[in-house]
C-alpha cells in the first residue's frame, strides 16, 4: 500500500494520535474522572500533535505525492468508514475527534 493511500495515512494518524494521549500525559473521564470538556480539549490536543507528527515526517520526505495531512482530510475518510460500516451493520469505531 502507498503511504500516500488515504486510508493508510488515516492508519498512522489514528496510531499518532493515541501516541500522543499518553506522550501528553493524558487523563481518562472514566478513570480519572475528567469533565467531558476537559475530555474534548485533549482530544484536539492529541489531533493537533498527531498531525504534526505527520507533517514533519512529510517535510522531511520532500515527496511531491506526498502532501501534508489536514484534519478535514481525516474527518473525510472517517466519515466514508463509517457510512461503509453502517451499510454491514457493524458497531461504530471509537470517535478520536
Ligand atoms: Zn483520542
Do not use: C
Not at 2 to 18: G, K, M, T
Request: charged letters at 35%; aromatic letters at 10%.
Amino acid at each position: 500500500m502507498e503511504e500516500s493511500d488515504p486510508e493508510f495515512r488515516y492508519f498512522v494518524f489514528a496510531v499518532l494520535h493515541e501516541v500522543a494521549h499518553v506522550d501528553l500525559d493524558h487523563k481518562s473521564q472514566m478513570f480519572d474522572g475528567i469533565t467531558s470538556e476537559k475530555n474534548t480539549d485533549q482530544e484536539i490536543e492529541a489531533n493537533a500533535q498527531a498531525l504534526k507528527w505527520y507533517n514533519m515526517y512529510v517535510t522531511e520526505q520532500e515527496n511531491p505525492d506526498l502532501p501534508k495531512l489536514k484534519i478535514e482530510e481525516i474527518k473525510r475518510v472517517r466519515e466514508k468508514n463509517q457510512a461503509e460500516r453502517i451499510e454491514r451493520y457493524e458497531p461504530q469505531q471509537e470517535e478520536i475527534v
